[in-house]
T-cell receptor, first 115, second 116 residues
Framework: GENVEQHPSTLSVQEGDSAVIKCTYS??????FPWYKQELGKRPQLIID?????GEKKDQRIAVTLNKTAKHFSLHITETQPEDSAVYFC??????????????FGKGTKLSVKP | DAGVIQSPRHEVTEMGQEVTLRCKPI?????LFWYRQTMMRGLELLIY????????DSGMPEDRFSAKMPNASFSTLKIQPSEPRDSAVYFC??????????????FGEGSRLTVL
């Protein structure tokens, strides 16, 4: 089955700096890679996703890159702000024919942005 | 839509008691997932349903755990008997699977379970 590794487990940056979180996956059939943000005591929420036919996707200060050959994908946050402080989860999914696949999450990265 | 609704939000029980967690997915979503979150193990997929049918329950820890989805608007996760190591936040999520394109998972607020 799919296995997703995420690094680092904690990341501390100064406000305005960039933050990068990296994930690797094991199943070459995986074709969908979302990133979720979870603020303290709240539910995970999707912030950006990428599909296997795209190498990079950007949404304002957030970007995700995908390298299918190496089976890794990364989240980039530029010009970080204190409200970016949260736990970020990467995930990978394998779509089974005819039904929704199951989403396997990495262990999460706790990002702290210091003012 | 009110989003995914879970109940109870908090449950404190004693070891050996039965626990039932409930979930109402977003109307029109045809996939439903149960996840367990702990500090040590992160977000673990327990089971997921597609069109009310269990597709993968390999994440269910043991026979003490069971999940049902009797109709498109309701699912339960039951633990019987409960043990202290079951203490965690249990999330339900639903998704509008779009016939080949994976849909976003929408999470409920979670049910925080404490087993004493």
């Amino acid at each position: 089955g799919e296995n997703v590794e995420q690094h680092p487990s904690t990341l501390s940056v100064q406000e305005g700096d960039s933050a990068v979180i990296k994930c690797t996956y094991s199943d070459s059939a995986s074709n969908y890679f979302p990133w979720y943000k979870q603020e303290l005591g709240k539910r995970p929420q999707l912030i950006i996703d990428i599909r296997s036919n795209v190498g990079e996707k950007k949404d304002q200060r957030i970007a995700v890159t995908l390298n299918k050959t190496a089976k890794h994908f990364s989240l980039h946050i530029t010009e970080t702000q204190p409200e970016d402080s949260a736990v970020y989860f990467c995930a990978a999914i394998v779509n089974y024919g005819g039904s929704q696949g199951n989403l396997i999450f990495g262990k999460g990265t706790k990002l702290s942005v210091k003012p | 839509d009110a989003g995914v609704i879970q109940s109870p939000r908090h449950e404190v029980t004693e070891m050996g008691q039965e626990v039932t967690l409930r979930c109402k997915p977003i109307s029109g979503h045809n996939s439903l997932f149960w996840y367990r979150q702990t500090m040590m193990r992160g977000l673990e997929l327990l089971i997921y349903f597609n069109n009310n049918v269990p597709i993968d329950d390999s994440g269910m820890p043991e026979d003490r755990f069971s999940a049902k989805m009797p109709n498109a608007s309701f699912s339960t996760l039951k633990i019987q008997p409960s043990e202290p190591r079951d203490s965690a936040v249990y999330f339900c999520a639903s998704s509008p699977w779009e016939g080949g394109n994976t849909g976003e998972l929408f999470f409920g607020e979670g049910s925080r379970l404490t087993v004493l």
